[in-house]
């Protein structure tokens, strides 16, 4: 079947019960047994929920993998992910990448004795001079947070195969419409759903999406283990925005693409970080390797109070964290999302005072570059 035709209909059958065409939100903590040791595949809500079982097979289809596991957060599916692993094993990681996820990493998976580097993905080789012998995991975001920098999946693939590590790819920024890791040999992909899959800023989830079945069985214990899924409310939710992928995510991209152009052009803008844009660096891969640029991107103001003058001023494209809803978000990476790095460590980066990242919406695009232009006008 066709994407827009899976994201409605796969693992959505209507309801034996009473035909009804959505799947019904089992709010329950517990299942009636007929008798001892005899159920009808469900035991405790933990374990497993009819509605969060539909949306799990639902994501397993539009990512192309076996199975898929969701849980409380995004952050909370990494984290899951990242414990397949054991003391003394070591993680390449991205360098730029959304700040939540070295936050987890070094902060908190370092005290249980796992070891990270962080490189510049985007060129391959950085991740193979990387590896050591205790290497067990390569973990990608592409295109990274904020600055949109693209990672040849095939090329890392090519590099981790052979040498037996699970390739981890957080494909959030995307979603399965535009990119999908699998296909180009990575073994595990994750996504905050609260982004373009719920799509509706209203439900905090993740899940992860994965080809082998022995990473599955092995998740899948971990997520009854230490009990992080997503509640049914909020799967039923992520369901609901994931029937209007496709049509969002068109949409999204559409908008992105003038909003890119129009600022490339502005003259208060220094630069601006798209992959949509043919002077990223990138352009050739990103055509490649996706089959959208979408919703999100970053330019340069100059200065923090370049960047404070805009924000303030929008109104809107919405100052505040998180991304992919249907509605415009603004925010200061540098202050908000990766607030966790030193000033040296974002310098490094490239995530300077001046940075803004957008989330483009599916608001009339007219709208969204007149709130632009007045909140330039700031500066």
Known sequence: MGFSTDAIHAGQEPDPSTGAVVVPIFQTSTYVQG??????????SRTGNPTRAALERNLAVLEGGKHALAFASGMAAINAVLTLLKAGDHVIGPEGAYGGTPRLFNAILRN????????????????????RLNTRMVFLETPTNPLMKITDLAAVAQITRPRNLLLVVDNTFLSPYFQKPLQ???????????????????????????????DYTRLKFIQNAAGAILGPFDSWLVLRGVKTLAVRMRQHESNALAVALYLSKHPKVKKVFYPGLPDHPQY?????????????????TGSFENARAVLNRARLCSLGESLGGVESLICHPATMTHAYFSEEERQRMGVTQGLVRLSVGIEDVEDILADLERALGAI
């Open 35 to 44: 008798e001892l040791g005899k159920h009808k595949g469900y035991e405790y």
């Open 112 to 131: 249980f004795g796992l070891e990270f580097t962080y490189v510049d993905t985007s060129d391959p080789q950085n991740v193979a001079k990387a590896i």
């Open 184 to 214: 180009f040999g990575a073994d595990i992909v994750v996504h905050s759903t609260t982004k373009y899959l719920n799509g509706h800023s209203d439900g905090v989830g993740g899940v992860a999406v994965l080809s082998r079945e022995e």
């Open 284 to 300: 050739a891969l990103a055509r490649k390797q996706m089959t959208g640029f979408g919703g999100m991107m970053s330019f340069e």
